[in-house]
């Protein structure tokens, strides 16, 4: 075969003219001119042209670039999405969704210089994703809003999209905007930006900056997370942990509402020309914090540590249990020259076919987390859990004194003590997993399952929790796992074959709303789970050769099936509560 050299900057008018591209517009940084090739793709069109088995002329060399570099023109990609009912049941311009993604797009081209567009122009690669009106989840076929797709196909570590940070809404930019004197440094990042979101969208309106941005955000029904569901949505949930975090949440944001804006103290009263009362009402306060529990990014990686933003556009993309893409942030610029800005960025984590959905993760997050903070569960997730109650009041004198028929622990106050170091109390929830179950639990159930004998006279403190402390002990750990998942499942009023009836028969199904729809599949798959539990369980006492051992649960000196024994008044966060905590919300969900 003829060996093709590499073309050189010579040869670039000769290859325009050869694709028809006349020589002075091929320099004009449009949007409306052919793509050109970046030096990578002549590379792959010049490896295309040779493994062509042809003669490697003139012809052959134009196909191969093409082929590498020339992809769809304009435009078409968005009929193609037209066809595919991506853009909605109204296809055409009166089409509000479509306007406000034009809006948005617009505004980050204009007021961040983010390049959006379909083709290139001088040094700028066309951008590899596209806004989708509509997605539906691929296994319930529920709907999930708007959604990020790929233009092209994406290679594993293809820069996907750059977010000047100017653009994003932080706690920074919501002092700016509303006063230093009202929004005091040190104030909560969620309770500021809240505050940012209802002056944009509720009292600025269209002269807002951030308007095209507020154009595209969603509404609460749109979102529905459970602390904005009706009572009759959420009775559809009883017997879910998801309940009493619901209702906490509630109770929380309420509080917060009138904390910080409600009140003879509050800001409304204090400002009442930056904090209008007829826009800073609790039903804004709520879809502000609907927007930040289901879209609001925590950035790790900026110079002054983490700071938590809403982030245009980035925001759109949908999550995936399966992606291990995360959105974070970097200084901006090239890899010479920084200019000491910041944007947000995102690369991608695997490759992506043509019309492919883009994916991020929003964390390892639970079902019962996920329906809680963003509307929604997954079908398939791996770090699904369901929190299970253990309770266990040691036997002090006051215990034995105040429930009849239970006599005093002399371990008791050791426990307690033991508890009080490690920052236990006697009620507690760990949140279980198809196949396993935190090793927390067990150390927590063999101290507190601990006897004279077993001691052997040394303090607790000696004691190794993570391994067996002896068979009986274990027996007992295990035997009250077991009560307690069985409990948890007892709680529920329907079975899981009932919830899979009701699933099965797909008219009925459809009657239900979709909040209703999302928890009869919730509580079908915490049920699935706690037995999956219960069965790894029952395998581990037969595999132990623990089965045989004649163990009374009540050695515990208490209940482990989530009663709270009179005497006992303190109960720590849930799990789920305490994986919260973690997100930075003001105060604790009690």
């Known amino acids: 075969m003829e060996r093709i050299a590499r073309p050189t900057a010579a040869m670039l008018p000769l290859l325009l003219q050869t694709l028809s591209i006349p020589t002075a517009l091929a320099f004009a940084p449009q949007q409306c001119q052919p793509t050109l090739l970046k030096p990578i793709q002549q590379q792959q069109a010049l490896s295309m042209a040779k493994d062509s088995n042809g003669e490697g002329g003139e012809a052959e060399w134009v196909k191969a670039l093409m082929d590498a570099g020339g992809g769809p023109q304009p435009g078409k990609f968005e009929e193609e999405m037209k066809m595919k009912g991506l853009l909605g049941a109204n296809r055409g311009k009166g089409n509000p969704k479509l306007n406000a993604n034009s809006r948005l797009i617009a505004w980050l081209e204009a007021e961040g210089e983010v390049y959006l567009a379909e083709s290139s122009t001088w040094g700028e690669a066309p951008h590899p994703m596209a806004i989708s009106t509509e997605t539906v989840d691929e296994i319930t076929n529920e709907s999930s809003g708007r959604g990020l797709l790929a233009r092209r196909s994406i290679n594993d570590g ?178 010479l020259f920084k200019n000491g800005e910041e944007e947000v960025i995102l690369y991608a984590d695997r490759g992506y076919r043509q019309m492919e959905q883009i994916y991020i993760s929003y964390g390892q997050k639970s079902n019962a987390e996920l329906l809680l903070l963003y509307g ?41 003590d033991f508890l009080a170091r490690v920052g236990r109390d006697q009620t507690v929830d760990f949140p279980c997993y198809a ?124 209940s482990t099936l989530g009663r709270v024994l009179k005497g006992e008044t303190r109960k720590q966060k849930s799990a789920l509560e305490d994986r919260l905590e973690k997100l930075g919300l003001p105060v604790d969900l009690k």
């Not at 859990?385 to 371990?411: C, F, H, K, Q």
């Not at 090793?439 to 067996?468: H, Q």
């Open 376 to 416: 929604f569960a997954l079908e398939r997730n791996p770090y699904n859990s369901v929190d299970v109650t253990v309770s266990i009041a040691p036997r002090t004198a006051a215990v034995a004194a105040a429930n009849e028929g239970i006599d005093e622990d002399p371990l008791a106050t050791e426990k307690i």
């Open 158 to 335: 293809d820069e996907l999209l750059k977010i000047p940070m100017d653009l994003c809404i932080t706690r920074k930019s919501a002092r700016k905007a509303l006063g230093k004197d009202a929004l005091q440094e040190g104030i909560n990042e969620y309770l500021a930006v809240a505050c940012q979101l209802i002056h944009e969208k509720y009292v600025l309106g269209e002269k807002s900056f951030f308007d095209p941005y507020m154009g595209v955000l969603p509404e609460v029904e749109e979102v529905n997370p459970t602390f904005t569901w009706p009572e009759e949505d959420l009775a559809f949930l009883a017997g879910s942990p998801v309940v009493a975090a619901t209702k906490s949440l509630q109770m929380k944001l309420k509080r917060e509402y009138d904390d910080l804006l409600g009140g003879e103290d509050g800001l409304i009263a204090k400002f009442p020309d930056r904090f209008p009362a007829e826009h800073f009402t609790y039903e804004n306060w709520v879809w502000a914090f609907t927007m930040l529990f289901s879209r609001a990014i925590r950035l790790r990686n900026l110079q002054v540590g983490e700071r938590l933003a809403m982030v245009p556009y980035a925001d759109l993309i949908n999550h995936s249990a399966f992606s291990g893409a995360f959105i974070d942030a970097r200084e901006s610029g090239d890899w």
């Open 435 to 558: 196949d396993r179950y935190p090793i927390e639990m067990l150390e927590y159930l063999r101290l507190m399952m601990m006897t004279p004998e077993d001691t052997r006279g040394k303090p607790l403190e000696e004691f190794d929790f993570s391994r067996t402390i002896s068979p009986a002990n274990e027996a007992a750990v295990l035997k009250s796992v077991v009560a307690a998942v069985k409990y948890q499942l007892g709680l529920f009023p329907q079975t899981e074959e009932d919830d899979a009836a009701i699933i099965k028969d797909k008219g009925m199904f459809r009657l239900f709303s979709y909040n209703q729809r999302m928890a009869v599949r919730h509580r079908r798959n915490e049920k699935r789970l706690l037995k999956r539990t219960l069965a790894a369980l029952e395998k581990q006492i037969r595999t132990k050769g623990l089965d045989g051992q004649d163990v009374e649960l009540d050695r515990a000196e208490g």
